[in-house]
Nanobody, 115 residues
Framework: QVQLVESGGGLVQAGGSLRLSCAAS????????MAWYRQAPGKQRELVAH???????YYADSVKGRFTISRDNAKNTVYLQMNSLKPEDTAVYYC?????????WGQGTQVTVSS
């Protein structure tokens, strides 16, 4: 019933941009936070950015100034605008929705940044 549909990943040249989106449906409990994580080969999954129900945002130091997280509450959709992409941004990106009754994860979408 709960579904998180991610889109926007792909292959991009260094310096380019991508916009990821994650649309959540079937979630009836309060959404407290929407977030993007990423996992590069051989690395742990790390928090990239999140946005709370009050609109406050957090960014990992490695992406601050380049990435922007935003949301459309009416559509339960979170976006990640990624600019000035670097090869080290290459990873599988995962959407997470945190609710009052638990967390839900997207399936992941591959982002590859070529040199």
């Amino acid at each position: 019933q709960v579904q998180l549909v991610e889109s926007g990943g792909g292959l991009v040249q260094a310096g380019g941009s991508l916009r990821l989106s994650c649309a959540a449906s079937g979630i009836i409990f309060r959404i407290n936070v929407m977030a993007w994580y990423r996992q590069a080969p051989g690395k742990q999954r790390e928090l990239v950015a999140h946005i709370t129900n009050s609109g406050s945002t957090y960014y990992a130091d490695s992406v601050k100034g380049r990435f922007t997280i935003s949301r459309d509450n009416a559509k339960n959709t979170v976006y990640l605008q990624m600019n000035s992409l670097k090869p080290e941004d290459t990873a599988v990106y995962y959407c997470k929705v945190g609710t009052s009754r638990g967390d839900y994860w997207g399936q992941g979408t591959q982002v590859t940044v070529s040199s």
